[in-house]
């Protein structure tokens, strides 16, 4: 039979499991709020260890509270930052919107395993662990030490790693002719390091206009406690308690310079979760670009030679599919529909605050993991095992109707055109169709149309 004990709030009593740590306001939220399965994610409990291990350090700076709270509080922090305790932090997503709970749920675990590691109560959640603090600007800070955080850890290293693969792929292919294509239809000859080469600068573009986005997401909220004027706050906490911040993360973060704006205004994560989208686009036109180009293997493009990861039918033997390209599109269509959730969870303040936030950290959360793990997958299991099929790539680049296009200059556009059209209603090659039509000798048309010419580095 399980055990409980008994926490009271202003509420009242509240039976709580006897080996949780938590106290009375987490078990309101479980018992009130059964709403899926989503839980918060482990990254804003991250997060929060990290925001309430610099309050602790901040507060004792001003006098706040004494030693031995301070170190009872940052004990459990830094074993919560070990990896520690992760069952005590249960809550669901779908709860008070301003994630007062979650920010609760910080508290009491940390005063409970506090006191039991100083052997004394010592440490109140509200009083203690939440001094010069509201849920209203914790949770929000949490929100962008969590986004900042998991972009330039998890994100940008993976990305950093395809952009590493697609300059090494360029180099491994220089040379190499193949035909363009505008609209799914034949084009004029471009190299293959150069089309690879518009791959990688998609990923260094997407880079650049996340570290914009991230300069106002380096903008945090402390201070601001509970509407934005720093009621029961310490002067100057805010820039105490991130200076500790920015040591814990190495990243620079500051206090947002206006406080109103930090609790009611989400425009840092819309930002952010734009950048992700956009992100996400060009990771939808890699993948698809790829598994186009490896289509077949004998009724397809079949440019490209992709790896056989596993088998691809249940009922088709020897069938491999483009796995890795098919996952990281599903990938892009998930964050294209966070970022439309979060857009309408950033629109929703009213007043002082915004209490669309457990939404927007999940979806954030998500978007940044999925984005992570699928460029890292698709870098190591797909990319850098590309190979270019040079005997369908010249095939298809001496079968292109569109190589006439050299000869705009030399018999005119109009000429041009005949001569395209009339090549592909007899099933000619131009050269065929040229001579045969009158316009120019083989000579001439050696001369001219060569793909090496038709392209400029």
Same mark, same amino acid.
């Given at each position: 039979?399980?055990k409980?004990?008994?926490?009271?709030?202003?509420?009242?009593?509240?039976?709580?499991?006897?080996?949780?740590?938590?106290?009375s306001?987490?078990q309101?939220?479980?018992?009130?709020?059964?709403?899926?399965d989503?839980?918060?994610?482990?990254?804003i409990?991250?997060?929060?260890a990290?925001?309430?291990?610099?309050?602790?350090?901040?507060?004792?700076?001003?006098h706040?509270?004494?030693?031995?709270?301070?170190?009872?509080?940052?004990?459990?922090?830094?074993a919560?930052?070990?990896?520690?305790y992760a069952?005590?932090?249960?809550?669901?997503?779908?709860?008070?919107?301003?994630?007062?709970?979650?920010?609760?749920?910080?508290?009491?675990?940390?005063?409970?395993?506090?006191?039991?590691?100083?052997?004394?109560?010592?440490?109140?959640?509200?009083?203690?662990?939440?001094?010069?603090?509201?849920?209203?600007?914790?949770?929000?800070?949490?929100?962008?030490?969590?986004?900042?955080?998991?972009i330039?850890?998890?994100?940008?290293?993976?990305?950093?790693?395809?952009?590493?693969?697609?300059?090494?792929?360029?180099e491994?292919?220089?040379g190499?002719?193949?035909?363009?294509?505008?609209?799914?239809?034949?084009?004029?000859?471009?190299?293959?390091?150069?089309?690879?080469?518009?791959?990688?600068?998609?990923?260094?573009?997407?880079?650049?206009?996340?570290?914009?986005?991230?300069?106002?997401?380096?903008?945090?909220?402390?201070?601001?406690?509970?509407?934005?004027?720093?009621?029961?706050?310490?002067?100057?906490?805010?820039?105490?308690?991130?200076?500790?911040?920015?040591?814990?993360?190495?990243?620079p973060?500051?206090?947002d310079p206006?406080?109103f704006?930090?609790?009611?205004?989400?425009?840092?994560?819309?930002?952010?979760?734009?950048?992700?989208?956009?992100?996400a686009a060009?990771?939808?036109?890699?993948?698809n670009?790829?598994?186009? $180009?490896?289509?077949?293997?004998?009724?397809?493009?079949?440019?490209?030679?992709?790896?056989?990861?596993?088998?691809?039918?249940?009922i088709?033997?020897?069938?491999?599919?483009?796995?890795?390209?098919?996952?990281?599109?599903?990938?892009?269509?998930?964050?294209?529909?966070?970022?439309?959730?979060v857009g309408?969870?950033a629109?929703?303040?009213?007043?002082?605050?915004?209490?669309?936030?457990?939404?927007?950290?999940?979806?954030?959360?998500q978007?940044i993991?999925? $984005?992570?793990?699928?460029?890292?997958?698709?870098?190591?299991?797909?990319?850098?095992?590309?190979?270019?099929?040079?005997?369908?790539?010249?095939?298809?680049l001496?079968?292109?109707?569109?190589?006439?296009?050299?000869?705009?200059p030399?018999?005119?556009?109009?000429?041009?055109g005949?001569?395209?059209?009339?090549?592909?209603?007899?099933?000619?090659?131009?050269?065929?169709?040229?001579?045969?039509l009158?316009?120019l000798?083989?000579?001439?048309?050696?001369?001219?149309?060569?793909?090496?010419?038709?392209?400029?580095?």
């Open positions: 039979m399980e409980y004990k008994i926490e009271h709030d202003v509420l009242g009593d509240v039976k709580v499991p006897a080996d949780k740590y938590w106290k306001q987490t309101r939220s479980l018992n009130n709020f059964k709403i899926g989503e839980r918060m994610p482990r990254s409990i991250r997060s929060f990290v925001l309430k291990k610099a309050c602790a350090l901040a507060n004792f700076d001003f706040k509270i004494d030693a031995k709270q301070r170190d009872a509080i940052v004990h459990v922090c830094d919560i930052l070990d990896g520690q069952d005590q932090f249960p809550l669901h997503v779908w709860q008070t919107g301003s994630g007062t709970q979650t920010n609760m749920n910080m508290n009491e675990v940390i005063a409970g395993i506090g006191n039991e590691f100083a052997g004394e109560e010592i440490l109140h959640p509200n009083d203690t662990v939440n001094c010069s603090q509201s849920s209203n600007d914790t949770f929000p800070a949490a929100l962008h030490i969590m986004i900042a955080t998991e330039n850890r998890q994100l940008f290293p993976k990305m950093d790693r395809m952009i590493e693969t697609l300059h090494r792929l360029e491994e292919n220089q190499i002719i193949k035909i363009g294509r505008t609209h799914l239809q034949d084009a004029t000859p471009l190299y293959f390091s150069q089309e690879l080469s518009g791959y990688r600068s998609m990923l260094e573009h997407s880079k650049s206009q996340l570290k914009s986005a991230l300069n106002f997401v380096y903008e945090l909220a402390c201070g601001a406690t509970a509407v934005g004027t720093g009621i029961n706050c310490p002067e100057g906490f805010d820039q105490i308690c991130i200076d500790y911040i920015k040591k814990m993360t190495d990243l973060f500051i206090p206006n406080k704006h930090a609790l009611t205004s989400k425009d840092a994560c819309v930002f952010t979760s734009g950048a992700l989208k956009g992100l060009n990771c939808m036109k890699i993948a670009d790829i598994r186009w $180009l490896a289509s077949g293997p004998r009724c397809g493009i079949h440019e490209i030679d992709i790896p056989a990861n596993e088998p691809g039918s249940s088709m033997p020897g069938k491999v599919n483009p796995t890795q390209c098919e996952a990281m599109t599903m990938v892009a269509v998930q964050v294209m529909g966070n970022d439309a959730a309408f969870a629109s929703q303040g009213n007043f002082e605050l915004n209490v669309f936030m457990p939404v927007i950290a999940y979806n954030m959360d978007s993991r999925l $984005l992570s793990d699928t460029i890292d997958s698709f870098t190591i299991r797909c990319l850098e095992g590309l190979k270019p099929n040079r005997e369908v790539i010249e095939k298809n001496h079968n292109s109707l569109m190589l006439v296009t050299c000869l705009n030399v018999i005119g556009y109009e000429k041009a005949e001569v395209s059209q009339y090549a592909y209603k007899n099933n000619l090659t131009l050269k065929e169709a040229i001579l045969e009158g316009y000798t083989e000579e001439e048309f050696d001369t001219y149309v060569d793909p090496k010419k038709m392209i400029h580095q």
